[in-house]
């Protein structure tokens, strides 16, 4: 089903839902007429079938069918150490397709950009938004977070309890990220990505003291957003849900 709309406190529910404000300009946005049919989804990982049982000026009723828990996979964070603005976004946008549980920008030594304060948290709304509208357009029913731009190491260690840390490590030439994923299957990942100039040593030293694993993605030479993703499509390889 094309036409998906978040709505944060969806439930089920035999009462019409009533759609307001910036959902209900996406529905307008959408087209809809009464009658219509459309996927409601809460951001959490349920999906509602709906029906457009009225279309006001300013507000419209949904009626929500029974929801169902969509497929979500292992859950993997990306600690991405800010590139360009440009690039991030890009990272933002299809890491979310490839099933990203959540984002942590992080500054790294070697990271170009520095954001702090109101600028970093502006930025921070507008890479949610876009996270937002990713997930409607590929069919999740979940809606990744975007944590707050923070240091890498904070970042770090901000991570959830019990999480798996790999650090995709340009001169790890033993260790496979395949190989490193294997380990406590059942663990939540995060992939630790450096930017442009990739992580400083002293930084890959300070994760490995917190638990992190150097690993290799092969012997290509990738972008920091080509890493990214490539790593995301790797370990949904591995699942079974992509390939």
Known sequence: MSRRLLLPHAKETAAPVRVE?????????????????????????????????????DFALLRLGPGHTALAGRAVSLLQALPKAEKLEFVLQKGTELGAHAFYPAVGERSVVR????????????WQRIVEE??????????????????LLEAARGLPPETRMLVLDEEEKAVRLSEGAAADAHAPLALVVGPEGGLARAEVEALQALGAVSVSLGPLVLRTETAALAALAVLRHREGLLG
Request: glycine share 12%; proline share 4%; aromatic share 4%.
């Open 115 to 126: 954001l702090a304060g109101a600028a970093a948290e502006a930025r921070r709304t507008r």
């Open 21 to 57: 404000g910036p959902a209900f300009h996406h529905l307008r946005v959408l087209r809809v007429g009464v009658g219509d049919a459309l996927e409601v989804f809460d951001g959490k990982g349920r999906a509602f079938p709906a029906q457009v049982l009225a279309v006001e000026a």
């Open 134 to 151: 990713a997930a409607r357009q590929c069919g999740r029913a979940d809606v990744p977070h975007v944590h707050a731009v923070q240091g």
